[in-house]
């Protein structure tokens, strides 16, 4: 299992307690704490998961209006918790996160419903995500240019760093 999945099921866990017991954003650290204490005692991901939680809080509006948006048969409160929290850190990570490529967001999404969901949850979270992905193409096309910059001046500069 590589680090990040690790992290986004830690992420989706937290999401979920959160979303089940409704509790506000003053729970966060001790269920997050919780989970990894009970999950992952010995694994440390230098605050991703931590980062994924707090992004979603901080747009679960705007997500979740996405989330209408594209689930067009399923009132938000009719989609399951874990379904429901997958979406929102999918569509986070598509949307919002700046260093996460909207198919790697897409591809995680679907495990984690394959991991934690329903029979049909894969399919529910990969035909809305690919919805969304298709409707916002020109935008994630943007972010991801970005992002292959980025990763292409980081190279660069291993390169020299690695020549000195």
Same mark, same amino acid.
């Given at each position: 299992?590589?680090?990040?999945?690790?992290?986004r099921?830690?992420?989706?866990? @937290?999401?979920?307690?959160?979303?089940f017991?409704?509790?506000?954003?003053?729970?966060?650290p001790?269920?997050?704490?919780y989970?990894?204490? +009970?999950f992952a005692?010995?694994?440390?991901?230098?605050?991703?998961? =931590? +980062?994924l939680?707090r992004?979603?809080?901080?747009?679960?509006s =705007?997500?979740?209006?996405?989330? @209408?948006?594209?689930? @067009? +048969?399923?009132?938000?409160?009719?989609i399951?918790?874990?379904?429901?929290?997958?979406?929102?850190l999918?569509?986070?990570?598509?949307?919002?996160? =700046?260093?996460?490529?909207?198919?790697?967001?897409?591809?995680?999404?679907i495990?984690?419903a394959?991991?934690?969901?329903?029979?049909?949850?894969?399919?529910f979270?990969?035909?809305?995500?690919?919805?969304?992905?298709?409707?916002i193409?020109?935008?994630? @096309?943007e972010k991801?240019?970005?992002?292959q910059k980025v990763?292409e001046?980081k190279?660069?500069?291993?390169?020299?760093?690695?020549?000195?």
């Amino acid at each position: 299992m590589s680090h990040r999945y690790l992290s986004r099921t830690i992420a989706v866990q @937290t999401l979920f307690e959160l979303d089940f017991r409704q509790y506000g954003t003053d729970k966060l650290p001790d269920v997050l704490r919780y989970n990894f204490e +009970e999950f992952a005692p010995d694994f440390h991901d230098d605050g991703f998961a =931590e +980062e994924l939680v707090r992004g979603v809080l901080a747009r679960k509006s =705007e997500i979740d209006a996405h989330i @209408t948006t594209y689930a @067009t +048969e399923w009132p938000l409160e009719n989609i399951t918790i874990v379904d429901r929290n997958i979406l929102r850190l999918g569509i986070f990570e598509i949307l919002f996160h =700046e260093n996460i490529p909207a198919r790697v967001a897409i591809n995680e999404a679907i495990e984690l419903a394959k991991a934690y969901g329903g029979p049909a949850s894969s399919k529910f979270v990969n035909g809305v995500l690919g919805s969304l992905y298709k409707e916002i193409l020109p935008q994630i @096309t943007e972010k991801e240019e970005r992002l292959q910059k980025v990763q292409e001046e980081k190279g660069r500069l291993k390169n020299q760093n690695d020549k000195a």
